[in-house]
């Protein structure tokens, strides 16, 4: 048996589209230097299990049997999710902690730290009600 903690999947969204409007090269080179030491420390200390780039079109699927598609992204521009990293750490702090870290955070993006889970709450609940329906 292993003595070794335990490690938890967190995913982080990246928000934030069009950050580099009004940024001049040397601005956007400097930005990008930043955040790929960002990534490749994060790589290096195997805590990223995938991360990537979003594309900023996309459609969403609505309604009954998915009757109504439109075109994405579909936040305002400035909230829409730009990518994602999906970590494995410690804990929620560390995952914090991480977000915190991001050069992201300095240029106007902010960053979702959600947490993921194994199995989905509703599906344990409605396993619940039907043992309860079923008298067990």
């Not at 990537?52 to 996309?58: F, N, T, Y």
């Not at 992201?104 to 960053?111: P, T, W």
Request: aromatic letters at 6%; a negative charge.
């Amino acid at each position: 048996m292993s003595n070794e903690p335990s490690k938890s999947l967190y995913l982080l969204l990246i928000r934030g589209t069009h950050w580099e409007s009004g940024m001049s090269p040397d601005d956007i080179q400097r930005f990008m230097g930043l955040f790929t030491d960002w990534c490749d420390r994060l790589a290096d200390q195997g805590k990223v299990v995938s991360s990537h780039p979003l594309a900023h079109e996309g459609k969403l699927i609505s309604g009954k049997g998915g009757r109504t598609v439109a075109d994405g992204p579909f936040a305002e521009s400035k909230e829409a999710v730009g990518g994602f990293f999906l970590l494995e750490v410690d804990s929620a702090e560390e995952a914090m902690a991480i977000a915190k870290a991001s050069p992201v955070l300095e240029y106007g993006g902010s960053i979702e730290v959600r947490p993921v889970i194994q199995r989905c709450s509703t599906m344990d609940r409605a396993a619940e009600l039907s043992k309860i329906e079923q008298g067990s």
